[in-house]
């Protein structure tokens, strides 16, 4: 048994949630999200939550049955509260701005990387050295942390590039004479 299919989606007040067939719609306000459930889990709707149950014991539908329910609760939670990431850049001139659409990062190139931000994503430069990726989508703010973070991954001599913050680095000793 799943140890996380098992348990049930709870539902937040303010938010909607609506099943035809296979396919759940989850609403708030004007953010509408949809997730097909694989037809070999059960969807049943309820007052408590959503809870998933497979309609057989073969191994790749138990599989699927706790990503389902995670990734349904995921879109419940990134509706009801937002998910956020925060990056911090360690590095001498290392900054990046946010301009209109744009982030602009400085990351020691001969040049600036530009990136246009996505729809439903918000990056805010509190600092010159810290950014906060925020929005609805759990998936969507993992791939543009990732994306970001590609571009100086931190190196473990000097302790230099973007990371997590909160993120350990492990730290070499450089050469020796």
Known sequence: ????????????????VSCAGNVLTIKKENI???????????IDLSSDGILFTPLNSEKATRSI???SQRNVSNIVNGLDKGFKVELEMVGVGYKATVTGNKLVMQLGFSHDI????????????AKPTAMTISGHSKKQIG????F???HRKPEPYKGKGIMRSGEFVYRKEGKKK
């Open 1 to 16: 048994m799943s140890r996380v299919g098992k348990h049930i989606v709870a539902i937040p007040a303010g938010i909607n």
């Open 65 to 67: 049955w706790g990503t």
């Open 114 to 125: 530009e990136y246009d931000i996505p729809e439903g994503v918000t990056i805010v430069c």
């Open 148 to 150: 970001l973070r590609s």
């Open 32 to 42: 509408e999200k949809a997730y097909e459930v694989p037809a070999c889990i059960k």
């Open 143 to 146: 791939d543009v942390a990732a």
